[in-house]
């Protein structure tokens, strides 16, 4: 039973923050119009390469970030669910500021016992 309470209140907790992101970026937009401009007025080719040189960069950042912590803990961390983990840090911390780190740290603390 108790069991149940908290996968509920963690999907609570996930759409709530689900939900407040969602609301930030569109209120940033409305009040930013002159940025989505830009972006819509890039052909696809630009665009297309800034998003991948994201990728490329976000890819870079987390196995930088996985190689330390695994040298730190001795541990192995799965590269992909560490990347998300990392990735969905980055975007929160561009929410509430040390939110991210914060959100990193107790994942990995709660799902591979290591001290962030």
Do not use: H
Request: net charge positive; hydrophobic share 50%.
């Amino acid at each position: 039973m108790k069991n149940t309470k908290i996968t509920c209140w963690k999907k609570g907790v996930r759409l709530l923050i689900m939900v407040a992101s969602l609301a930030y970026i569109l209120f940033f937009f409305i009040r930013n119009k002159s940025t989505l401009q830009v972006t819509f007025s890039m052909d696809g080719k630009t665009l297309s390469a800034i998003l991948a040189l994201q990728g490329v960069f976000l890819v870079l950042q987390s196995w930088r970030f996985q190689i330390i912590l695994e040298k730190c803990a001795g541990i192995r961390l799965p590269f992909l669910p560490w990347m998300k983990i990392f990735i969905l840090g980055r975007f929160l911390n561009m929410l509430f500021s040390q939110l991210g780190n914060i959100y990193r740290g107790m994942r990995v603390k709660q799902d591979y016992g290591i001290s962030y």
